[in-house]
């Protein structure tokens, strides 16, 4: 399959990431994380994050379902968007593993504001109600956009005035920290995030996802949650070794500002083109583009990628840490041609 930009999950592993795998192969080594590899990935974010409590895991749902079993209890509920991952593309699998309720809001450009979270309190102290008791946002939204710092740091003052945790979806989180140009404890410890679900799948690893506690007290059930929910890896190594060149070397950084970089580029080279449009401002990796309808079917024939909303033609284009400058160029040159062949079809 040529490189496309279906999704960033598309793209193969880093050379970097292949070197740490073939690394951890070398001996046997104790399982279930109690490697020197998967000491040395802890000792890793702790040296980026400050004192932590980490959990190396396999999927982001898993990080992202774990997270509200570990802070609520079956009768509390979880406040996100109605973009959000966890409440359009994990199949239920929160509620149905926590027992917990998801109450979604309508977020345009993506993002939770701290006016429209409060709307979504009502009812505690009622038996009768179910009880918010966390707000999770996604870093970058679902839609590419970013929270600035000073969103996040405005909804974790408020989520802990009214008694909430924050978690942080950071699938991507990479990018997010790319493109604001800070390193992730700015962005995470220092605005107040209780618990984020750290991403490395999508920027370069192998089913390499952490949920990360800011405040290592509230993962004291942790050990046991991760056992039950079957993601206690048994050859963690190899999980936790991707880690070690991905924050220690900044391998990280390098990768999601490549896909940045490229997203911009990509940006620049299709909105230039008549009848696309933005859809949502290109601030990660991500650009989302109102095309005309009849070019979807004819270019992803070509350059395989997910349509966002049939209705309004709005499509997404994700960019990887592998995605170069000619593929943007091939993809500019066969929308090209094929709004020339739109062009000249008879009109009926």
Request: glycine share 6%.
């Amino acid at each position: 399959m040529r490189r496309s930009f279906a999704s960033d999950n598309n793209a193969g592993l880093h050379p970097q990431a292949l070197a740490a795998l073939a690394n951890a192969n070398q001996e046997h080594e104790l399982g279930y994380g109690d490697d020197p590899y998967t000491q040395a990935a802890e000792a890793a974010f702790v040296a980026e994050l400050g004192e932590v409590a980490v959990f190396p895991v396999l999927t982001g749902t898993a990080a992202n379902v774990l997270a509200i079993a570990a802070l609520l209890r079956p009768f509390e509920a979880v406040i996100c968007s109605r973009l959000a991952h966890l409440w359009v593309d994990e199949c239920g699998a929160p509620e149905r593993f926590t027992g917990c309720k998801l109450i979604p809001l309508d977020t345009p450009d993506g993002k939770l504001q701290v006016a429209q979270v409060a709307t979504a309190l009502g009812g505690r102290g009622d038996e009768h109600r179910v009880q918010p008791r966390m707000i999770s946002i996604t870093q970058p939204t679902e839609v590419g956009t970013l929270y600035s710092l000073a969103e996040i740091q405005a909804l974790a003052e408020f989520a802990h005035a009214q008694g909430l945790y924050l978690h942080v979806d950071g699938a991507r989180i990479s990018n997010a920290a790319a493109a604001l140009n800070c390193n992730f404890s700015t962005l995470l410890r220092e605005t107040g995030v209780d618990v984020v679900s750290f991403g490395g799948t999508k920027n370069g690893l192998l089913n390499a996802e952490a949920l990360v506690f800011l405040n290592p007290a509230l993962a004291k059930e942790m050990p046991y949650l991760r056992k039950q929910a079957m993601q206690l890896n048994s050859k963690m190594r190899f999980v936790s070794a991707q880690w070690l060149p991905f924050l220690n070397d900044q391998l990280w950084l390098r990768n999601a500002q490549h896909a940045n970089t490229m997203a911009q580029q990509l940006a620049e080279a299709v909105f230039a083109l008549p009848g696309i449009e933005p859809a949502w401002p290109v601030e990660s990796n991500a650009v989302f583009a109102k095309v005309p309808a009849g070019l979807i079917a004819p270019l992803k024939a070509e350059f395989y990628f997910y349509v966002w909303d049939e209705t309004d033609s709005i499509v997404r284009w994700m960019c990887a840490f592998d995605t170069q400058p000619e593929d943007i160029q091939a993809f500019k040159a066969a929308i090209v041609k094929i709004l020339k062949s739109l062009e000249s079809e008879p009109q009926a």
